[in-house]
């Protein structure tokens, strides 16, 4: 029904930067929250940022001032700009989205996660 697929992930040095991006497609009617989440090795699932339809955005304390969330609706597509990285954010980052899919079906969906690795 609808895919989410994340992209940039990769291997950086500490004090270096990233940026994901995920898209949505399928059978979107309405894209309403996206947001980023992190699992580490041995550790829950973690919400890093999420914003809404309108733009309001929530980001972790862990991450406030390093990472910033964005997207762009015409493309389906949220991102995940993160700058000083530590690390601490060494985790698999996956993709959240909260969609209707026809009037009265509303669901969330997974990305299938992409590898940040942060050497120090």
């Known amino acids: 029904q609808v895919q989410l697929v994340e992209s940039g992930g990769g291997l950086v040095q500490a004090g270096g930067s990233l940026r994901l991006s995920c898209v949505a497609s399928g059978r979107i009617f309405i894209l309403n929250a996206m947001g980023w989440y992190r699992q580490a090795p041995g550790k829950q699932r973690e919400l890093v940022a999420v914003i809404d339809s309108g733009g309001s955005t929530n980001t972790a304390d862990s991450v406030k001032g390093r990472f910033t969330i964005s997207r762009d609706d015409a493309k389906n597509t949220v991102y995940l700009q993160m700058s000083s990285l530590k690390p601490e954010d060494t985790a698999v980052y996956y993709c959240?989205?909260?969609?209707?899919?026809?009037?009265?079906?509303?669901?969330?969906?997974w990305g299938q996660g992409t590898q940040v690795t942060v050497s120090s």
């Open positions: 959240n989205a909260n969609v209707k899919t026809t009037a009265w079906i509303m669901r969330d969906y």
